[in-house]
């Protein structure tokens, strides 16, 4: 299991940025496959982005062209840029990582609200 610890969270202005970290405790970390999923209030929880070790990327539509996923394999970090953040954006989000058995974080609640 690798620990993943996320930050960042907190609450903003609709059209605001906020930007997410994730770090993880895997020394191989560079080898992974990374992503950003997201659980709204009664809602299901749904991927938004995912990050592959070869820098490729993916993004929920809901997502697409606001939000950016990217890692510092130095740091064992992988973000997500989130900007004109829209209420419907709130949520707990949660850093993973793909494995056999796949790892989460405890999550981080960003909550998009004037």
């Known amino acids: 299991q690798v620990q993943l610890v996320e930050s960042g969270g907190g609450l903003v202005q609709p059209g605001g940025s906020l930007r997410l970290s994730c770090a993880a405790s895997?020394?191989?970390?560079?080898?992974?496959?990374m992503g950003w999923h997201r659980q709204a209030p009664g809602k299901q929880r749904e991927l938004v982005a995912l990050?592959?070790?070869?820098?490729?990327?993916n993004y929920a539509d809901s997502v697409s062209g606001r939000f950016t996923i990217s890692r510092d394999n130095a740091k064992n970090t992988v973000y997500l840029q989130m900007n004109s953040l829209k209420p419907e954006d709130t949520a707990v989000y949660y850093c993973?990582?793909?494995?056999?058995?796949?790892?989460w974080g405890p999550g981080t609640e960003v909550t998009v609200s004037s």
């Open positions: 993973y990582l793909r494995n056999l058995v796949d790892s």
């Open positions: 895997t020394s191989i970390f560079r080898l992974y496959t």
């Open positions: 990050i592959t070790s070869g820098g490729s990327t």
